[in-house]
């Protein structure tokens, strides 16, 4: 547990860091940065039987990338907005918060871990979770 207490401090910091240096506040960085990467991703969805109707989610995400490692292993920290939003069963569905990680990146794969405050609103619920992952993203063209 003494662990975990370490890395969430750490990954606060971290998001508190993002979120100043990249808002501008005048913060100075006492290590070089690499890279202040972001993204965002969204998808809208109409479930015909009903279950869930029509919904958007996604996420908006702007991290930092402190150091390259020997066989190009990028570390990365990263703050993140997630939104679930569904038009039917919105108790279960509809879900949103803020989440900040730590991951090893090498393309095309992303090896991390995040916690994730995530709320219910219609539930006035919450659930914090702790979560690891092994993510890969790769697209090609067939015509080049």
Same mark, same amino acid.
């Given at each position: ?5 370490? *890395?969430?401090?750490?990954? *606060?910091?971290?998001?508190? @860091?993002?979120?100043? =240096? ?5 913060? $100075?960085? +006492?290590?070089?940065?690499? +890279?202040?990467?972001? $993204? ?7 479930? +015909? ?8 989610? =996604? ?18 920290? %990263? ?20 989440? *900040?990680?730590?991951? %090893?990146?090498?393309?095309? %794969? ?9 709320? %219910?609103?219609? @539930?006035?619920?919450? $659930?914090?979770? @702790?979560?690891?992952?092994? $993510? ?9």
């Amino acid at each position: 547990m003494e662990w975990y207490c370490r *890395v969430r401090r750490i990954v *606060v910091g971290t998001a508190a @860091l993002v979120l100043t =240096g990249t808002l501008g506040l005048g913060m $100075s960085w +006492a290590v070089d940065i690499e +890279a202040l990467p972001g $993204s965002t991703w969204g998808q809208a969805t109409y479930e +015909a039987t009903g279950l869930t109707g029509p919904g958007v989610q =996604g996420f908006v995400n702007q991290g930092i990338d402190w150091v390259t490692l020997p066989g190009k292993l990028t570390l990365n920290t %990263f703050a993140e907005l997630r939104y679930r939003v569904r038009e039917n069963n919105k108790n279960f569905y509809n879900t949103y918060g803020p989440a *900040v990680g730590v991951e %090893f990146r090498r393309k095309p %794969f992303h090896l991390g871990v995040d916690y994730y405050w995530e709320r %219910f609103p219609e @539930l006035s619920d919450s $659930s914090n979770r @702790l979560g690891y992952y092994l $993510s890969w993203y790769y697209d090609w063209d067939l015509k080049r």
